[in-house]
């Protein structure tokens, strides 16, 4: 199974600031996926990062806000820029191997 | 997104019993139909999966049933735990591809 490292596993950030969350991956894999979870809720997709290719996004996530980079095969980023307190959320990479999802830890951001 | 609905919202059952927790999907283009178990401050791991060729799956404690007619698969925590509380997700995808998530189960068992 594919082993995840996500940093950082936590933040509280100013509004109107950016942050960029790390996800880098033990193996190599085509797809990684970004998720968005807000408190008490489900798992919303955010965009599919392929390497060397632009992200995409779903419905209500545009790239402005989210800026994803996928530099090479093991590694991407997510950046939620202009930050407002409707940001506060778990923020979880994730990536598949065969039929199975793996996911990081999550990023808990909170934005005050 | 197509929608997968899962209920119970929540559930509590005493050590011992059974949770039973149901998901519905619409698109029947879906072949990947996994369980995901997510504690507190963790991200979500998966617990068990099914295709959609069989009608039950069971890995120790933890049994999917699948009912393809009814698009319908449900999951079985046989023997509940006090450590099986946390919050469970069904979800179903095309193999390989982006999960469609349900809204989530928070299960508690209580001693």
């Known amino acids: 199974s594919a082993v995840i490292s996500q940093k950082p596993s936590r933040d509280i950030c100013q509004r109107g600031t950016s942050l960029t969350i790390q996800c880098q991956v033990d193996?190599?894999?085509?797809?990684m996926f970004w998720y968005r979870q807000q408190p008490g809720q489900s798992l919303t997709l955010i965009a599919t990062?392929?390497?060397?290719?632009?992200?995409?996004?779903e419905s209500g996530f545009v790239i402005d806000k989210f800026p994803i980079s996928r530099p090479n095969l093991t590694f991407s980023t997510l950046t939620v820029s202009n930050m407002s307190p409707e940001d506060s959320s778990i923020y979880l990479c994730?990536?598949?191997?065969?039929?199975?999802?793996?996911f990081g830890q999550g990023t808990r951001l909170t934005v005050v | 997104q197509q929608q997968v609905k899962q209920s119970p919202q929540s559930l509590i059952v005493q050590k011992g019993g059974i949770s039973i927790i149901n998901c519905a999907y619409e698109?029947?283009?879906?072949?990947?139909f996994p369980w995901y178990q997510q504690f507190p401050g963790k991200g979500p791991a998966l617990l068990i999966a099914?295709?959609?060729?069989?009608s039950e799956k069971k890995e120790g404690r933890f049994t999917i049933s699948f009912n393809k007619s009814a698009k319908q698969f449900s999951l079985h925590i046989m023997d509940s735990q006090p450590g099986d509380s946390a919050t469970y997700f069904c979800?179903?995808?095309?193999?390989?591809?982006?999960?469609?998530f349900g809204e989530g189960t928070q299960l508690t068992v209580n001693p």
């Open positions: 994730s990536v598949v191997q065969g039929p199975e999802a793996f």
């Open positions: 193996s190599q894999v085509t797809m």
């Open positions: 990062a392929n390497q060397g290719s632009e992200a995409t996004y």
């Open positions: 698109n029947t283009a879906f072949d990947y």
């Open positions: 099914i295709r959609p060729d069989v």
């Open positions: 979800a179903a995808s095309r193999i390989s591809s982006r999960l469609t």
